[in-house]
């Protein structure tokens, strides 16, 4: 007999883009957040991403899925679907 609370996760598809800031004092560039898509299958992310990918104004995009514990509130580390141009290291992530 299945228990209702059994399946408590919940998954989330995310298409992430970024763009690049200007130049700080230190004369590096760097990424930040641009736009940021939710879908309900991981095919529908992935392709956002590389879409978004070709853009002029996009520096890269990540396409992942996160698990979250709805009961919780908890987030599971990103599952990575695609990582498309210039995207940050997963540490910085």
């Not at 978004?52 to 520096?59: L, M, P, V, Y």
Request: one cysteine or more; a negative charge; aromatic letters at 8%.
């Amino acid at each position: 007999m299945a228990h209702a609370d059994e399946k408590t996760t919940k998954v989330h598809y995310i298409c992430q883009t970024y763009v690049e800031q200007k130049p700080g004092r230190d004369g590096q560039t760097s990424l930040k957040i641009g736009k940021q898509f939710q879908y309900s299958t991981a095919s529908e992310a992935q392709n956002r991403a590389e879409r978004e990918a070709q853009s002029e104004d996009c520096a890269g995009a990540d396409a992942y899925m996160i698990s979250e514990d709805p009961n919780s509130g908890e987030v599971g580390s990103p599952s990575f679907l695609v990582r498309l141009g210039n995207v940050p290291e997963f540490d910085d992530f």
